[in-house]
């Protein structure tokens, strides 16, 4: 019996060295040309997993070259389709970071502020019952810096008419996310920050088209409180800014009693 157990033993234990042993790297003597090739098909294939797989390994077994830029680059992208924004974004930082001159690095910026405009397309919606105070801007904000720092360093890039666009969107879209904060305190009678959240939403968006709603909420909370003067003032801006859709006809009215009263 202790003859058995003891073969047991033995048994169990090479069992075990043999479950822990290291599984064999079948790329171990891949070249860095079969490496990208690899992960490139992958990448093509919407493998992403596996790309990031081969494009981690031709990084660290080589470092240095054209295959190692674009490597990095395409690593990013995978990351992105895959759903590891974090990831995603680091890997842009660290290619801008290592290849600040690359002629490649317009589109890292543009990939960087890809990602973080995705993180947050469709925010406002998706959170719609959500408490406006509550919601986090900051990756709109990291979308149009990365976007900005694009359009301003590589103004001829061919990524930079779509990150333009983009932009106007992000500034609009910034702009509803604090007028929203606005209205919300404004239905919780909380008029001073009802006021203090569109006049910020007016400094510092002034072209955005979602400033009218600002400018609906000074009227409303300055009317609240009883404050006049600077309640016409915000009706006069409003108007100003946003002409109502009577105005035009108003205009005209004016202009053709002006006209009559001169011919007679």
Known sequence: MLRILAVIAVALTLSACGAASPTKDATRNWSVERLYKEAKSELNDGNYKRAVSYYEKLSARYPYGP?????????????????????????????????????NVDYAYYLKGLVSFHEDQGLLARLSDQNPTERDPQSMRDSFDAFQELVSRFPESRYTPDALKRMRYLVNAL??????????????????????????????????????????????????????????????????????????????KSADKAAAASQS
Do not use: H, W
């Not at 924004?85 to 930082?93: F, G, L, R, V, Y």
């Not at 400018?215 to 009883?226: C, K, N, T």
């Open 67 to 103: 295959y190692a830029r674009q490597a990095q680059l395409e690593m990013a992208y995978a990351y992105f389709k895959d759903n590891e924004p974090a990831s995603a974004i680091a890997t842009c930082d660290r290619y801008i970071k290592l290849y600040p001159n690359g002629e």
């Open 175 to 252: 702009a509803s996310s604090e007028v929203n904060v606005a209205k919300y305190y404004l239905r919780r009678r909380a008029y001073v920050a009802a006021v203090n959240r569109a006049q910020y939403a007016i400094k510092n968006y002034p072209q955005a088209p979602a400033l009218k709603g600002a400018f609906e909420v000074l009227v409303s909370a300055y009317q609240a409180m009883g404050l006049t003067d600077l309640k016409n003032d915000a009706e006069r801006l409003l108007e100003l800014n946003f002409p109502s859709k009577a105005a035009p006809a108003d205009k005209q």
